[in-house]
């Protein structure tokens, strides 16, 4: 089973084709991309947030920051970025869907990470 990217998209940026941050060398913003089998319609979620190395030092709280859930640029090209999400997230194997999601969550954010079923 291989994975495949079915869209990619952010809640702050309309159209990710023609955006242009304000300050090319300080900026953060997330990404959802939808990964899911490949040849079949549907996936999970997976968050990453691109940033600049300015934009980290500028927004640190610690002086310790954990990489996951992060794709670090240091200049802005939206084309390089969403070619390089693709790279990142197109053709995980794995056995079955559980196996290709562990690995893909090592990398960003999984929507099911840490789920447990609700019981009553």
Not at 4 to 9: A, D, F, G, N, T
Not at 43 to 55: A, E, H, R, S
Request: net charge negative; with cysteine; aromatic share 14%.
């Amino acid at each position: 089973m291989l994975s495949e990217v079915k869209s990619i998209m952010s809640t702050k940026i309309f159209d990710l084709e023609n955006y242009r941050p304000d300050d090319y060398e300080n900026f953060s913003f997330l990404l959802a991309v939808t990964v899911g089998e490949k040849g079949k319609t549907g996936g999970d979620l997976f968050y990453i947030d691109v940033c600049t190395p300015k934009w980290l030092l500028d927004n640190q709280h610690d002086d310790v920051i954990l990489g996951k859930g992060k794709l670090i640029v240091f200049r802005f090209d939206m084309k390089r970025i969403l070619a390089r999400i693709r790279d990142i997230f197109e053709g995980c194997s794995g056995k079955d869907w559980n196996e290709i999601s562990i690995k893909l969550s090592r990398i960003g954010n999984w929507e099911f990470e840490d789920y447990r079923e609700w019981k009553m």
